[in-house]
């Protein structure tokens, strides 16, 4: 009795979702949106044509005094020089340290 009356409720539940569908066919209502229609329509008002920016702040490459030139190349030289004294004193020790 008790599989009788399970199998009772479970056709009303059925035939009660089936009374609740519709026969509409959902395929016609879904018509894909895509991104290029919102950013096509954006897009409609801007022209093709260049327009200068008066806030640009390109110049010319700035003067360069030749004395501050070579003091700076003369410095990145003598730092030069002094990193290649380390790396052989460094060398040197390792030499040693492994004798």
């Known amino acids: 009795m008790n599989t009788r009356t399970t199998f009772a ?6 035939l009660m ?3 609740c569908g519709s026969a509409d066919d959902a395929s016609t209502e879904a018509t894909a949106d895509t991104v290029e229609m919102p950013a096509d ?3 409609e008002a801007i ?10 702040t390109a110049t010319d ?10 003091e700076t190349e003369a410095a ?3 730092a030069a020089d002094a990193a290649a004294a380390v ?3 460094a060398a040197a020790a390792a030499e ?3 004798e």
Do not use: I, K, M
Request: hydrophobic share 55%; charged share 25%.
């Open 41 to 43: 329509e954006a897009l």
């Open 96 to 98: 040693q340290a492994s």
């Open 47 to 56: 022209s093709d044509e260049a327009v200068a920016d008066p806030d640009a």
């Open 9 to 14: 409720a479970l056709t009303a539940a059925a």
């Open 17 to 19: 979702l089936a009374a």
């Open 76 to 78: 990145a030289e003598d």
């Open 61 to 70: 490459a700035p003067d360069v005094d030749s004395e501050a030139g070579a």
């Open 87 to 89: 790396a052989a004193e």
